[in-house]
C-alpha cells in the first residue's frame, strides 16, 4: 500500500512514525514533510496548501490512501478534491472542518444545541465590539472567527487591551479576513484538557487524554507559543469527567454536526476546561493536535492505518482502538527567541539510540548534513508505566539531541505531576 501524509511537522512525523508499523504498507509519502523525516518518508515538494498538486500526486502515483493533517488544507477542502479525484482520506471534509474553521460557526453550533461553552456575543464591526466591551466583565477573551495561525486568541485583561484587540483583528487587520468576525467570551478557570477523537461521523472514540503547555517558559511565563510540551494522560480527566464528556459534549457535537448536514469524519479534538461549573469547550479543531499527537500516538496499541480507514468507511463501530496503560512524554526543544526571532542552520545532532523517540518539526537537508529550519525544531518522547519516568526518560533523551541556540522548558509534566500526588 501506498500512503501520503500531507503536512511538515511533529504532529506529521508522529503519524507517519505510527503508520509505518503497518507493515502492509511499503511506502510513505510526506508532502511536504521535513529533513528530519527522510529516513522515514519519500519527501515530495508540494506544499500542504496546494490541494491541486496534492490530487495530481496521489492520482500519478496511484496512492491508496491520504493523511490530511494540517487544519489549512482540511479547511479548504483538500479531503473534498482528493475523494472527488477517488483517493480515500483520512480528515473531514470542508463543510466539517467549518468547526475550527469558524469561531463564529462552532460557538453557535453549541448554544443551538446545548453543548457547554464560555457564554459568548459574536461582532461584524469594531464599534459595536468596543461598545460592548464598555460593560463586559474583565478579564475577557477576544477570538478572530477564522484561522491565526493559532494566534487568533487574545485573554484581555484591562478594557484598554480589550479594546485594542477589537481594533487590531478589526481595524488592522492583523490576521486579515479572519478578524472580520469576532467572538468575544467570557473568560473561564480551570484545567486544560486535551481530548483528540476518532470519529466517523456515528461513532465517537475518545484517545488518551493530553496536557499541553503553551508559554514559552519555565512556570506557565513567557510567551503563548504553539506548545512546548505535552504528557498523556492528563491526570484532571478522571473517569468521571471523561463520562461527563461523552454525554454532554463529544456525543452531541457529533450530532450536532450529523443534524446541520456537516458529518465529521476523521480526528475531532476537543480542547476543554474543567470549570468549577463542569468541563467546557474552549475550543474543537478538526484535526490532530501538535503538540498532542506525539504523546498520544505512542500509546495506540492498535494500527492506526485500520482505525482511520474505518473513520474514512464508517466502521468504527466495529474497530478495535486500543491503548496502553501507562504514560507518554514530548519535550519541545526549540530555537533561542522563538516565539519571536530566531536563527536557524544550525546542524542538528540526533544520536541513533534516540532517534525512534524524536519527531522533527522544523529541520531540512543541506546535503546529508540536517540543519535546524524552525521555532520549534523537534519533540523528544517516551513512554512508560507511569508518567514520573516518561519524563525522566524523555528529558534524558533530550540530552542526546543537540544543536546550536536550542532550549526547552524543564518544568513540562510538573503540574501534572502535581496533580497525581494530589498536592
Ligand atoms: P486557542 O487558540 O483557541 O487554543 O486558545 C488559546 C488559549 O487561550 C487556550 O488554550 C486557553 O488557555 C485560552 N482560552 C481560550 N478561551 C478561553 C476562555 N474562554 N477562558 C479562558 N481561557 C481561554
Ligand atoms: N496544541 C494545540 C493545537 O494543536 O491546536
Redesign the pocket.
Known amino acids: 500500500m501506498k500512503v501520503m501524509v500531507v503536512g511538515g511537522g511533529g504532529r506529521e512525523h508522529a503519524i507517519i512514525k505510527k503508520l509505518k508499523e503497518n507493515k502492509n504498507i511499503t511506502e510513505i509519502f510526506a508532502l511536504p514533510g521535513n529533513g528530519g523525516m527522510a529516513n522515514d518518508a519519500t519527501l515530495v515538494d508540494i506544499g500542504a496548501k496546494d490541494i491541486e498538486a496534492q490530487v495530481k500526486f496521489a492520482t500519478d502515483n496511484r496512492i491508496d490512501y491520504a493523511v490530511v493533517a494540517p487544519d489549512d488544507p482540511l479547511v479548504l477542502g483538500a479531503v473534498d478534491a482528493l475523494t472527488t479525484a477517488g483517493i480515500p482520506c483520512f480528515g473531514p471534509n470542508k463543510a466539517a472542518a467549518i468547526i475550527e474553521g469558524s469561531k463564529v460557526f462552532s460557538k453557535n453550533l453549541m448554544k443551538k444545541y446545548g453543548i457547554p461553552t ?1 457564554e459568548y456575543e459574536v461582532f461584524s464591526n469594531a464599534e459595536d465590539a468596543i461598545k460592548y466591551l464598555e460593560t463586559a466583565p474583565i478579564p475577557t ?1 477576544i ?1 478572530a472567527d477564522g484561522l491565526a495561525l ?1 494566534k ?2 487574545i ?1 484581555a485583561e484591562t478594557r484598554d487591551d480589550a479594546v485594542n484587540a477589537v481594533r487590531s483583528m478589526m481595524e488592522d487587520k492583523v490576521f486579515g479576513d479572519s478578524g472580520n468576525n469576532i467572538v468575544i ?5 480551570g484545567p ?1 484538557v486535551s481530548v483528540l477523537s476518532f470519529t466517523d461521523g456515528k461513532t465517537v472514540i475518545p484517545m488518551v487524554s493530553s496536557m499541553d503547555h ?1 508559554r514559552a517558559l519555565d512556570g506557565d511565563k513567557g510567551l ?1 507559543t504553539g506548545g512546548m510540551g505535552t504528557v498523556a494522560p492528563n491526570p484532571y480527566y478522571t473517569d468521571d469527567i471523561a463520562k461527563t464528556c461523552m454525554e454532554t459534549i463529544f456525543i452531541p457535537t457529533v450530532e450536532a454536526m450529523n443534524k446541520e448536514g456537516r458529518s465529521f469524519k476523521g480526528c475531532l479534538y476537543f ?1 476543554l ?1 474543567l470549570t468549577p461549573k463542569g468541563p467546557k469547550v ?2 474543537y479543531n478538526c484535526r490532530f493536535g501538535d503538540p498532542e499527537t506525539q504523546v498520544v500516538l505512542p500509546l495506540l496499541e492498535s494500527d492506526l492505518l485500520t482505525v482511520m480507514q474505518a473513520t474514512t468507511n464508517g466502521t468504527l463501530a466495529d474497530t478495535e482502538v486500543k491503548f496502553k496503560n501507562g504514560a507518554a512524554a514530548c519535550v519541545v526543544m526549540a530555537s533561542k527567541g522563538y516565539p519571536q526571532k530566531y536563527d536557524s542552520g544550525f546542524e542538528l545532532k540526533i544520536d541513533d539510540t534516540v532517534a525512534d523517540k524524536v519527531y522533527v518539526a522544523g529541520a531540512k537537508l543541506d546535503g546529508d548534513i540536517l540543519k535546524t529550519a524552525g521555532g520549534r525544531v523537534l519533540g523528544v518522547t517516551d513512554t512508560a508505566e507511569n508518567l514520573e519516568t516518561a519524563l525522566k526518560k524523555a528529558y534524558e533523551n533530550v540530552k542526546l539531541v543537540s544543536f546550536q541556540n536550542a532550549f526547552y522548558r524543564n518544568d513540562i509534566g510538573a503540574k501534572a505531576l502535581k496533580a497525581i500526588k494530589g498536592e
Open positions: 464560555a477573551v477570538k493559532g487568533g486568541v485573554i467570551e467570557e473568560f473561564l478557570t486544560e503553551k503563548n480542547g476546561m474552549i475550543e
